[in-house]
Structures are given as structure tokens and as C-alpha cells.
């Protein structure tokens, strides 16, 4: 078939279907990690509040840096000496991810790749004098099955370029021109990512970015035409309107049925998406809070991207690898109730414990995933309707269940044996497999 060709007009653009493989995969891990994980401090947007004096970020600096200290004075800290891409790989291999989105470059402008455009501000030239991105790209793709994409902001805090075209009103594109795009193409071509992860959209409308004309390349000239994944962040007011998969705002959790491809991007620590050293344990999600966001997430037909930052010697904080590890461990038991399933004619049921459903497209099993295990010794659902060929069996346990109903009435009551709690084959979210219900 002759491929399609799309115009850089939004009408054309929003045309393309998105990749396969993306809705297949349903979960990824999302890294940010820049010159902001040295002072590790309030958020990935240290910069920004410490410029703006926000007391506690400009009483840290006050307090424990030099007098006349500068941002850029950062970088050189940002030492990576742990930094080994292979057992970051290695971990998300073991988390069930299927596809990986890293930060080349947040709003500060630090590139993790050798960029020509950020002459001294970027991972080769300073820093950890090593190629991130590059690095990354070949072990996840040497040692893994995760798809690897890549974030990048559209603007910069305080490129000089880009504050002319602000004072500009937007009219002069120099930053656009000069920097964004160039950068743009450098990483396409050089890294080829599977998803292009674009923020920073906010600021300007989309034609100051040349937002169309990109993804026009992106998606007809490009070497990954065929299977890049884009977001909806290409400019104000793109968000739930245009290109790809639907981020709206973060941690987009929408909680019913969606008609167009969506994506929950949510973090691990709940007050920032870049590692801090403040970090308190209730600040960090618990398995079950995580489970409970991918499952409500799937079922209503998002993919669940879920955030960790590394520290600047490179290292993943051992809370994050152990909240990773977990759910690899879960998926492993549950995941065909998660990868490459659609969304049944009902999301949730409340009959007897908060539940919600998925279904596989080629086999038309229903999956029934339970947050709570019942008190009761019995699971009682509402919306199933059984059939004389019904099996209900629990995913990691020997054995069907014995399950009654009213014929081709709504409504089943599977009858639960007793299983101690060591037998029983995850300790979180248990999901219940339906086999011949309508």
C-alpha cells in the first residue's frame, strides 16, 4: 500500500492513526533527569523559582552555596559517576514497562545528548562529559524489549533567543529557527526514538513552534515515519485537540471511557517529577495507590506512564526501584489482564469491592481486576452475563472457580475457596479471568 502523505495542516495531521504498538504496550516508565538533580531540591523547575525568589528556593542557595552562585554553576556537579545505562535498562526490563520516554532536554535547556545548539550546556561538554541519551538508546535497545522515546521541551526558561521572541510578541521565530528545530532533527535522526514526548507547549501557539510542519516531516520523510508516537503538546491549545496520544494535563487520569488514545503521565514522588532530597516517604505512592492508577487508567483505554528521577551521580533512588520492581512482579502474574487489551462495555464495578475490567480483543476474555481481596467468601459482580461455557479462574492460581447466576441475566456470584494468604499469587490487585461471558 502506498503510505499516506500528510499536509501541515491539522486536519491532515490528526488523520494519522497512532502506531499499533503504543496501545499494545499500555505501560512505559518516564526519567527525568538534568542540571535540577544537583540541587535536588522542590522540583525539576528549581531554576525558574529560584529567578523568580521564591524564598525557599532562594534561602537553599543562600544557605549551602557560595555567595554570587549561579544555575549554571550546577552543571559541573551533575557527575553521573554510577551512571550505568545497562542496569537502567536492566530495571526496566524488570518493571513490565514496554516502552521508556527520558528527557533530552527539560526547560532549562541542559541537553542530554551532544547538542551543537547548547554550546557548554549539554552532557558531553560538561557535566558527566558522556552522550546520555546515546548511551541509553543502545542498552535499552541491545538488552531490552522497551520501545525507546525520548521528551524534549519546546522552549527554554532563558535561551537570549527565545526571551527576543517572547519581547516579540512571537512574531520573529530566531529560537524556533536556530535552536528547536535543528535540535529537533538532530535527535531524530541521530537516536531514530519510537516517541517523541514534547512539553513546554504552554507558552506559545503552535505556529510560532512550526509545530505542523515538523510533524508533517515527522511523519512522512522522517526514519521513523512509520512507527513514531507523538503527544497532543505542540503549542497552546493543542492539549486534547490535536496530533497524538491525549496528555491533557498531568497525572490525566480521566476515570471513564475515552474515546481518543490517552496517557496517564503521573510520578512516583507526588511533589515532583525530578528527584529531591527532601523527599519523605509519604510523599512516595504506594504499590497499591499505583496499581490502582494503571488499572483505572487501562480500563477506560489510557496508556499509564509512570515518572522516576534519577540522582545526579546517576544512581535510581531505592524506593523507586523497589515501587518498579513491584509492579514488574504483579505484571508478571496479571499481565495478559493488561498488555494488549481494550477496554470492555463496562469499566468498573461496585457490587462488592472497587473492581475494573479490560478485555482481550483476540480471545474476548473478560478480565475482572479486584483492588481489594472480598471479606465475604464470595465475589459478586454485576455486569458480566454468564453462559453455559463460563470458566472463571483467578491469574496465578490452580483451578476454576464455582461461580452462580440467573441465565442471561446481568450479574454473577463467583463463590471464593479458601486460600491462605502465602498461596495467594500477588499481594495486590487480584484479577479474575472470565472465560465465555457476554
Known amino acids: 500500500l502506498p503510505s499516506t502523505h500528510y499536509n501541515p495542516t491539522w486536519n491532515s495531521l490528526d488523520k494519522r492513526p497512532i502506531p499499533a504498538w503504543y496501545d499494545k504496550a499500555k505501560f512505559g516508565i518516564f526519567m527525568h533527569w538534568g542540571v535540577f538533580s544537583v540541587p535536588s531540591f522542590g522540583s525539576e523547575w528549581f531554576w525558574k523559582f529560584w529567578h523568580d525568589k521564591d524564598k525557599p528556593y532562594v534561602d537553599f542557595v543562600n ?61 558531553v561538554e560538561n557535566g558527566p562529559h558522556r552522550d546520555i541519551v546515546g548511551e541509553l538508546a543502545k542498552a535499552v535497545r541491545n538488552k531490552t524489549n522497551v520501545s525507546f522515546g525520548l521528551y524534549f521541551s519546546l522552549f527554554e526558561f532563558y535561551h537570549p533567543y527565545y526571551l527576543e521572541d517572547l519581547k516579540n510578541n512571537y512574531t520573529t521565530h530566531k529560537y524556533v529557527d536556530e535552536v528547536m528545530l535543528p535540535q529537533m532533527y538532530d535527535l531524530i535522526n541521530t537516536y531514530e526514538p519510537s516517541y517523541l514526548w514534547t512539553d513546554g507547549d504552554w507558552v506559545a501557539p503552535n505556529e510560532y513552534f512550526r509545530s505542523r510542519e ?28 490535536h496530533a497524538g496520544v491525549y496528555t491533557g494535563s498531568d497525572k490525566y487520569n480521566p476515570g471513564v471511557l475515552q474515546k481518543h488514545k490517552f496517557e496517564d503521565a503521573t510520578t512516583v514522588d507526588k511533589r515532583s517529577w525530578g528527584y529531591r532530597r527532601e523527599m519523605k516517604l509519604s510523599d512516595v505512592q504506594t504499590i497499591d495507590e499505583l496499581l490502582e492508577l494503571m488499572v483505572t487508567v487501562v480500563s477506560c483505554g489510557g496508556n499509564f506512564l509512570l515518572n522516576i528521577g534519577p540522582t545526579k551521580e546517576g544512581t535510581i533512588p531505592t524506593i523507586f526501584e523497589e515501587r518498579l520492581l513491584q509492579i514488574g512482579a504483579w505484571l508478571h502474574v496479571n499481565g495478559e489482564a493488561i498488555y494488549d487489551t481494550v477496554p470492555w462495555r463496562v469499566q468498573n464495578d461496585t457490587a462488592n469491592v472497587p473492581l475494573w475490567y479490560t478485555r482481550n480483543p483476540d480471545t474476548n476474555v473478560v478480565y475482572a481486576i479486584a483492588l481489594e481481596w472480598p471479606t465475604d467468601p464470595y465475589l459478586k459482580l454485576a455486569s458480566p452475563i454468564t453462559t453455559d461455557a463460563t470458566i472463571v479462574t483467578l491469574l496465578g492460581n490452580q483451578g476454576e472457580f464455582v461461580w452462580e447466576s440467573e441465565s442471561y441475566q446481568p450479574g454473577v456470584i463467583i463463590n471464593l475457596p479458601y486460600i491462605p494468604a502465602s498461596a495467594l499469587p500477588c499481594q495486590w490487585a487480584w484479577v479474575f479471568k472470565l472465560e465465555s461471558v457476554m
Do not use: I, M
Not at 79 to 99: I, P, Q, V
Not at 216 to 226: E, G, I, R
Open 63 to 123: 544557605n549551602n552555596y557560595p555567595p554570587r552562585w549561579s544555575y549554571a554553576d550546577f552543571a559541573p556537579q551533575l557527575t553521573a559517576e554510577f551512571f550505568d545505562a545497562n542496569e537502567w535498562a536492566d530495571l526496566l526490563s524488570k518493571s513490565g514497562a514496554k516502552y521508556f520516554v527520558f528527557t533530552s532536554k527539560h526547560h532549562e535547556g541542559w541537553t542530554n545528548w551532544p547538542s551543537k545548539q547548547a554550546w557548554n550546556w549539554n552532557s
Open 214 to 241: 515538523f510533524l508533517a516531516w515527522l511523519y512522512n520523510d522522517s526514519p521513523v515515519k512509520d512507527y513514531v508516537v507523538v503527544n497532543d503538546r505542540w503549542g497552546a491549545n493543542t492539549r486534547n485537540h
